[in-house]
């Protein structure tokens, strides 16, 4: 099959070529970016004298019905037409005829694929930023019937100190509530026009870079053609922000994992987003968290991937460029889907406040505050409070029970200074509720989070 290219060429491709070079087997999913970009660089070349009315009408038909027959399946995709650009150029000048062949004047595919492939990822940041909103919705509907739902926080995922469970929620808020803040930002930084940087310096023709990026809805005009045509930051940046995004939602899965085992059973997910096993009949499985855990590191291959892609090119466009796609739109089309399904999984969880609470009788979880309570009420320097706490948690595992339920004669045993009011200080409750320092755990600061995320959801 002839090419376009085909004028300097003695003989034709070979089929390997064909096959080895063609992205049309994926770059089409950017056939409606590619045809808007086509129309508004039609309508800038007619506005500036280089195309007639009766051209640009033309190509604004043929266009029209190349949509039309791509939408229908119609529209014939070959690997001999190498990639989506020169295979809907094809068509139309099959369409109209030589008018067709005037279309890709000022223009190279060098800036027609900046320009198609940064307009899809402008619009993922976005729609990625709202199904983060969605998710977010979910976790504060939760959060909001648990405020006062004791959990054990923990360190080193040892037993720590008592927290509710809305606050542990708010801690993912925080971070999704990042992930949107750099998805917006990805998109205002990069929403600059490549159209008219044609192949890599640019064009003799008079043409108004500023009209098509208006058309297209780019805010800016880029600044230099040579960057323009083998910058892909925007790409690794979408990367960059689905990888964090994802790392994040698989620290919540590998919770989701373990808070629905027997061992914790702090939830259960629902048989909808649960699966079996093919053997044991009695298992119900976490599949779900799971692979968002495992789908965390095929989007960090694609980020890695494509940073190595462009670590050692030269100036300007190469064809290793053409391998910015896929990982692209796998991360993207991963991302989606992910965010969907953890937001129904935590929508029809349950939440077994039970058994968070009776967690929190192991492990002295009040330890703290009755060293707290050495320091505030009986004026014992910090690391004394510490060592006498220390000899309290002792004699309650000696008792075999929890610091919580210990017996005030125990206490006055190891120290004198201790009185009745210490008793308050030890209940799991009071724990958590004496943490209300700015951010904090207590009930109350704990609302003022949530507060906090609804009403940055409402303005957005
Ligand atoms: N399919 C190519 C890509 O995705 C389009 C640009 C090709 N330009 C070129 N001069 N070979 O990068």
Redo the contacts with the bound molecule.
Sequence with gaps: MEKMWSGRFSASASNLLDQFNA?IMY?RKLYREDIEGSLAHARMLEKQGILTQDELKQIQDGLAQVKKEIESGEFEWNISDE?L?MGIEKRLTQIIGDTGKKLHTAR???DQ?AVDFRRYVLRKNLEIAKLVKLLMKEIIGVAQKHTETLLPGMTHLQHAQPINFAFHLGAYLAMFQRDIERFESSYERNNVSPLGCAALAGTPHNIDRQYSAELLGFERVSVNCLDTVSDRDFALEILFNISTMMMHISRLSEELVLWSSYEFGFIELSDEYSTGSSIMPQKKNPDVPELLRGKTGRVYGALVGLLTVMKGLPLA?N?D??ED?EGVFDAVETAEISLEILKEAIKTMQVKPQNMHSACKVGHLSATDLADYLVEKCNIPFREAHFITGKAVAKSEELGIDLSEIELKYLQEIDERISEDVLDFLVLENSMNARKSQGGTATQRTQEQLDYFKKYLEEQ
Excluded: A, G, I, L
């Design positions: 992205s770059d990639d650009h190279s595919r060098n694929v466009y064809k460029t053409q796609k």
